[in-house]
């Protein structure tokens, strides 16, 4: 089945660590989106990347990081620079011109103690 | 620069009443406009997408929505709710041209429904 998977589900982390979520997309998109959820804060847009080796920053991404080595992939990286971690953190692809909508994966909840 | 509000962050209604979600945009092109669902610890799933064909738009599980270009709304409509559409629900609008479009989500609503 084609589709976005995010992993792991849970995470749990001791502060000052870095951690790394992956996303993976086998629809053959273009485009990738990491989001950042908080209770009543919507989602908000860490990175994303339009094509392999290109990524841009969001609205907060300061504290992270990404890579986009191949099409498929685009894994997030939460530094020990970022001041509070603890997030439901969602992954997304987009077939860029072709449609206009995201696919979300099923997220991954990041607790950092 | 593009901005959704979604008025009421949590709305209740009892089964089988009429469901009304509000969400008003900023926009300074014409804009696309989406309704999303979540549902407890999973990823968001497409209820509904405006794309400037006709301005109601029906979605999956009996949802739609009017886009109002003159009070800049795109408020999400059911008219029977059912238990299992308790869940949050996410506005979202685009910009942009091509790969460069980004979606900017509203704050959500949370939608309980009362037996």
């Known amino acids: 089945d084609g589709g976005i998977t995010q992993s792991p589900k849970y995470l749990f982390r001791k502060e000052g660590q870095n951690v790394t979520l992956s996303c993976e997309q086998n629809l053959n998109h273009d485009a990738m989106y990491w989001y950042r959820q908080d209770p009543g804060q919507g989602l908000r847009l860490i990175y994303y990347?339009?094509?392999?080796?290109?990524?841009q920053k969001g609205d907060i991404a300061e504290g992270y990081s990404v890579s986009r080595e191949k099409k498929e992939s685009f894994p997030l990286t939460v530094t020990s620079a970022q001041k509070n971690p603890t997030a439901f953190y969602l992954c997304?692809?987009?077939?860029?011109?072709?449609?206009?909508?995201?696919?979300f994966g099923q997220g991954t909840r990041l607790t950092v103690v | 620069a593009q901005s959704v509000t979604q008025l009421g962050s949590h709305v209740s209604v009892s089964e089988g009443a009429l469901v009304l979600l509000r969400c008003n945009y900023s926009?300074?092109?014409?804009?696309?406009l989406f309704w999303y669902v979540q549902y407890p610890n999973q990823g968001l799933q497409l209820l509904l997408k405006?794309?400037?064909?006709?301005?109601l738009v029906k979605g999956i599980n009996g949802f739609e929505a009017e886009f109002k270009k003159s009070e800049t709304s795109f408020h999400l409509t059911k008219p029977s709710a059912h238990m299992s559409d308790a869940a949050e629900y996410f506005c979202?609008?685009?910009?942009?041209?091509?790969?460069?479009?980004?979606?900017?989500f509203g704050s959500g609503t949370q939608l309980t429904v009362l037996p």
């Open positions: 405006y794309t400037s064909a006709a301005t």
């Open positions: 979202a609008v685009s910009e942009g041209s091509g790969s460069a479009r980004q979606l900017t």
């Open positions: 997304a692809s987009s077939p860029g011109q072709v449609a206009l909508e995201a696919f």
């Open positions: 926009s300074s092109v014409p804009p696309y």
């Open positions: 990347s339009q094509i392999v080796n290109d990524f």
